[in-house]
């Protein structure tokens, strides 16, 4: 059994920082690339930032520059921080990776519950 928990998440005045951390567990062999995603109400789920096992990074256009993602390779952990924050980047945050379990013979994607950013004054 795979899971990913993230955490990190509350409310901030705008322009203020967050930092929201995912953590694997359970019966992983191996982990590709991991990512955060977001989905704000009444919008589609969209794709904010990626890390892949050696550093390589991608953003949204519309965090470059504030937010930045990190991992952990031995802990088993992503990180993204998120400095400047506006109204628009309120959303549920959801944690991505792709992971190999014990025993099996593919990569699947996992996903974590999601934890709420609010961004208001």
């Known amino acids: 059994q795979v899971q990913l928990v993230e955490s990190g998440g509350g409310l901030v005045q705008p322009g203020g920082s967050l930092r929201l951390s995912c953590a694997a567990s359970?019966?992983?062999?191996?982990?590709?690339?991991m990512a955060w995603y977001r989905q704000a109400p009444g919008k589609e789920r969209e794709l904010v930032a990626v890390i892949s096992p050696g550093g390589t990074t991608s953003y949204a256009d519309s965090v470059k520059g504030r937010f930045t993602i990190s991992r952990d390779n031995a802990k088993k952990t992503v990180t993204l921080q998120t400095n400047s924050l506006k109204p628009e980047d309120t959303a549920v945050y959801y944690c991505e990776a792709d992971i190999l379990a014990y025993g099996g013979d593919k990569y699947h994607f996992y996903w974590g519950q999601g934890t709420q950013v609010t961004v208001s004054s």
């Open positions: 359970g019966s992983i062999f191996s982990i590709n690339a």
